[in-house]
Structures are given as C-alpha cells and as structure tokens.
C-alpha cells in the first residue's frame, strides 16, 4: 500500500517533470526578448556600465539588491545576537 | 582551533594576498568585467576564513580588525540606503541622455570618483567609469566582507568555547585541526 503510493507519486512527478523538459524551447531562441534586447541596446547609456549585468543588479533593480545588502546585514546582527554569550 | 601545521600556515599567507588582491580586483571592476561586490567580498571573506582555519587562534587577533566590523556592515548597508534614496531624480535637472536609468547616476560624466563618461559601443572597459554603479559595487564589497567575516568570527568564537569546554576529544575526532 505505502509502496504503490510511492510508486504512484514518482511516476506522476517523472511523468510531469518529463514533459516541462520537452516543453523546453531551444537554447537561444526565446518566445519574449523584448526586455533583454532593451537592457542589451540601452544599458550602457543609460547607466553608464559596460557590464550589463552589473548595470541589471545595481541600477535597475537596485532595490532588489538593496533588500539583498540588508538580509545579510541582519544575518551578520543575528550572528552576533544568537553566540553573544561566548567568550572572545 | 589548534594552528594547522606550518607548510599550511606560510602557504595560506602567500595565498592570501593574493586571493585579497584577486577580490579587490573583481569588486572595483564591478562595471567592466563579470563579478561586482557580492562576489568580490565573498572571494575576500574566503581569504579571511583560510587564514582563520590555517592559524588557530594563535596569532589571529594582530592580523585582523576585532572591534570595527560591525561599524564597516552598518557603514554599508548605511551607505548603500543613503545612495539609493538620496540621489532621485532632482527636479528639472538636464538628462544628457547618458546618465539615467532608475536612479539619477549623478557620480558619472563629471568626473572624479569613477566619473569619466563612458564611450557608448564597444570600448576597452576604462577603470574610472561607471558612476554609481560602480560605487554602489565598492559600497556592497565593503559590506558582504563585513558581514562575512562577523559571521566567521562568530563561529570561530563559538568553535574555540565549544572546544575548551570538550576536553573529553568528543569534537576533536575530525581531525582536521590536530597537525
């Protein structure tokens, strides 16, 4: 009984991750690259970055990397708060 | 932590040159070459933890900062909000049509700190270009490998008390650290 479960579950998953795989379009050929042809054409200009990714992470979705900055940030905080009673 | 044998200590400080100046060198080319300051810092804050693990606790506490590193995360993180909130749009100011993309990059085509324009095209990736974003990829450099390394120190503390308290060899068995 728990085994044919098993057995069930794991061919429903193969069989759907199988067909997400075919469902793959081929590398390179996108269905939407209207936002990656813009960052390739106005990236540099408009934020005056030659790397476009960096021009993606830190100006673009500045935000986005902000949040990052201050998860890390409260890591760090949450370190020192959780072995604040170990000797140094 | 007992200090690991001497060959791993004298090779660990010629590595650790040059893994600092390799992460200095990914996070001020943020702009021109892939990487930027998260990568850089944790390639900085690797460094750190090879020296911390080759040493022990033997000579650790003259080599690197033990007060300071919280003051250089919050600096970052500080800095980083101060950038990204202070410099918006100011109200009519004259978009050459190179500098402007979610934020202002007030810092690029004047000149000075990273300020020299950008040529648009193909180009050899000048150094002192890039704006704000190459100062905001400094600022979060200075901040993950302060983060980083709090962390380190943390679990470093946290190993060396563990490890006093253990005199039985029940943590010791890994023998990684018996050189």
């Known amino acids: 009984m728990n085994k044919s479960i098993k057995l069930i579950v794991l061919v429903f998953l193969a069989a759907v991750l199988l067909a997400g795989f075919m469902m793959v379009r081929p590398f390179g050929q996108l269905e939407y690259s209207d936002m990656d042809d813009y960052y390739l054409d106005h990236a540099q200009q408009e934020t005056g970055s030659n790397n476009i990714v960096t021009s993606v992470v830190y100006d673009y979705r500045g935000f986005d990397t902000l949040g990052e900055a201050t998860v890390l940030f409260g890591t760090a905080v949450g370190m020192l708060a959780l072995f604040r009673g170990v000797p140094r | ?179």
């Open chain 2, 1 to 179: 932590m007992k200090p690991m044998s001497r060959i791993t200590i004298i090779i660990s400080q010629f590595a650790f040159v040059l893994a600092v100046v390799y992460g200095l060198y990914i996070v001020i080319h943020g702009h021109l070459t892939p990487g930027g300051g998260f990568q850089g810092g944790a390639i900085l804050a690797s460094a750190v933890a090879m020296v911390l693990v080759a040493f022990g606790e033997k000579d650790i506490k003259s080599l690197l900062p033990q007060k300071l590193d919280v003051v250089y995360v919050a600096l970052g993180v500080f800095m980083f909000l101060s950038i990204a909130f202070l410099i918006i749009i100011p109200e009519g100011a004259k978009i050459e049509g190179s500098v402007f993309a979610s934020i202002y990059n007030a810092f690029a085509g004047p000149g000075g700190l990273f300020g020299y324009q950008t040529p648009i095209g193909p180009n050899d990736g000048y150094l002192n270009t890039g704006g704000i974003v190459s100062v905001k990829s400094v600022i979060t450099g200075l901040e993950v490998i302060a983060a980083l390394y709090i962390i380190l120190k943390v679990m470093f503390w946290a190993e060396n008390d563990v490890l006093s308290k253990d005199e039985s060899g029940l943590m010791n068995s890994g023998g990684d650290h018996n050189a």
